[in-house]
């Protein structure tokens, strides 16, 4: 075997197409990695492409390539997300898994082994790297394709949803983009969606060794890298809201999750500003002694950075008088930022009710 038998016998590559492959598989490994490249260096570059990292460079120059045949395009998205299946130990899986997914399901030809290849490529991506990340243009349309194979079972669906939002080395800070997406899809059921966004709001980690059954065995080195995979913050704040959007009762979350201690480990801080998120869109549909109970409770909260958006809150609907209780917080930082805010507000510098807004969203630090 050699790289031109390969490109022949495997992707039925045409013998006008292989000399510009071969091109393409040694300036796609010659960018970024260690292969030496030179003269005379097929069966080198043939052993070279026969590990999924090298594999799946390629793919990405290919399958963005024009004039190469879709054949030759499938066949070789089919062969990087699938030989994930076979991944050793150690073994990294090819980038571009979700660009690949992408091309397969706009073309209509994802496979359930596809599926399952995206699904072990999560699990092995390489921690503490950004050589992965994908741009939306790739996720979103992988994602659309993905879920909706009629082999998924709803587990599953839930299992892959959940891997994708923890895997950071593919998402980097697109998390919460991608949640959007994902809770506006018409594939996706309302009643699944609703679980998501519990387990979402309530596990900072989806899947710690133990408390998580997958519906697809895993092993335990597997588990072990799951298990230490962290949900972005702002996805758990954002999952507040949509659980509201989804039909679970606004004010019995606001009651739940404006209390301390609530929320489990990382991002309890960002569950908590989900909450105010849902309190400033509900405002008006919450009876007025509700609401000012609720955003005491949230100026109480441990959190500073939760206490401080409940001020700003309090400023958006009730004026200065709620900001000035900012003055006496017990976080120095706060009555400083309070009495700086009052001095500005006093000079006439008063914001609007858009500025007001845009500064609730702002996002707090993962």
Not at 92 to 97: H, K, L, N, T, Y
Not at 123 to 131: A, F, M, V
Request: proline share 5%.
């Amino acid at each position: 075997m050699n790289t031109t038998i390969f490109l022949k016998r495997h992707l039925d590559a045409t013998d006008e197409e292989v000399p510009r492959l071969i091109d393409m598989a040694t300036s796609s490994l010659a960018t970024g990695t260690d292969y030496p490249g030179g003269t005379g260096s097929e069966e080198r570059l043939w052993r070279y492409l026969q590990y999924p990292y090298y594999l799946g460079l390629f793919a990405q120059r290919v399958v963005g390539a024009d004039g190469i045949s879709a054949h030759v395009k499938e066949k070789l998205c089919h062969a990087v997300l699938q030989i994930n299946m076979h991944l050793d130990r150690g073994q990294e899986p090819g980038p571009g898994i979700f660009q690949l997914t992408a091309w397969l399901a706009n073309a209509g030809l994802l496979s359930h082994d596809d599926y399952l290849g995206l699904r072990k490529g999560l699990i092995w991506l390489p921690r503490l790297t950004d050589n992965y990340v994908e741009p939306t243009e790739f996720i979103l349309p992988a994602c659309d394709g993905v879920f909706k194979d009629p082999q998924i079972e709803r587990e599953e669906m839930i299992e892959l949803i959940l891997m994708i939002l923890t895997a950071k080395e593919a998402i980097g800070d697109q998390g919460r983009i991608i949640f959007d997406h994902l809770m506006d899809m018409n594939v996706l059921n309302k009643s699944l969606k609703r679980e998501v966004c519990q387990i979402v709001v309530e596990m900072a980690i989806p899947f710690p060794r133990g408390e998580y059954e997958h519906p697809l065995e895993t092993t335990d080195q597997e588990q072990d890298r799951l298990s230490i995979r962290f949900l972005p913050g702002g996805v758990r704040r954002l999952a507040v809201v949509w659980l509201a959007r989804l039909g679970k009762d606004p004010l019995e979350l606001l009651k739940r999750l404006l209390k301390p201690n609530t929320v489990r480990g990382h991002g309890g801080d960002h569950v908590a500003s989900g909450a105010l998120d849902l309190l400033n869109e509900r405002w008006d549909k919450i009876k007025e002694e509700t609401r000012l109970g609720l955003l005491r409770k949230a100026a109480n909260l441990p959190d500073t950075a939760v206490r401080k958006r409940a001020y700003i809150l309090g400023e958006k609907f009730l004026g200065l008088e709620f900001l000035e209780q900012a003055l006496d917080d017990k976080a120095k930082s706060l009555r400083e930022w309070a009495e700086e805010r009052l001095e500005t507000r006093e000079d006439g510098v008063l914001p609007s009710t858009e500025e007001l807004t845009a500064e609730l969203a702002e996002q707090l630090e993962d």
